[in-house]
Nanobody, 119 residues
Framework: QVQLVESGGGLVQAGGSLNVSCAAS????????MAWYRQAPGKQRDLVAR???????NYADSVKGRFTISRENAKNRVYLQMNSLKPEDTAVYYC?????????????WGQGTQVTVSS
């Protein structure tokens, strides 16, 4: 069974940086897509950044130019480098992975890691 475990969250001042990582059991090269979502209190869970198995990326408008998603298949990890953090980036950040198995889309989620940006 696939497990995704996030780490690296924490408290940082506005303008600072954090790098969160997601360790996946199993071979992440088999995942068509890996992504980071976030959910602030009282709000829906939104896509932050996504990376395909071919390395294509896309970002939410609110984080473009500040966040970078990357993946390291040999270590079964995906990362989110967050720079120039703002208080509105405060949320629980979730790792997400998806792959197609026998024609069906399988989704996986991590347990989340808290990122808090103080003003």
């Amino acid at each position: 069974q696939v497990q995704l475990v996030e780490s690296g969250g924490g408290l940082v001042q506005a303008g600072g940086s954090l790098n969160v990582s997601c360790a996946a059991s199993g071979d992440i090269f088999s995942f068509n897509t890996m992504a980071w979502y976030r959910q602030a209190p009282g709000k829906q869970r939104d896509l932050v950044a996504r990376i395909t198995s071919g390395g294509s990326t896309n970002y939410a408008d609110s984080v473009k130019g500040r966040f970078t998603i990357s993946r390291e298949n040999a270590k079964n990890r995906v990362y989110l480098q967050m720079n120039s953090l703002k208080p509105e980036d405060t949320a629980v950040y979730y790792c997400y992975a998806a792959r197609i198995v026998l024609g069906s889309l399988n989704n996986y989620w991590g347990q989340g890691t808290q990122v808090t940006v103080s003003s």
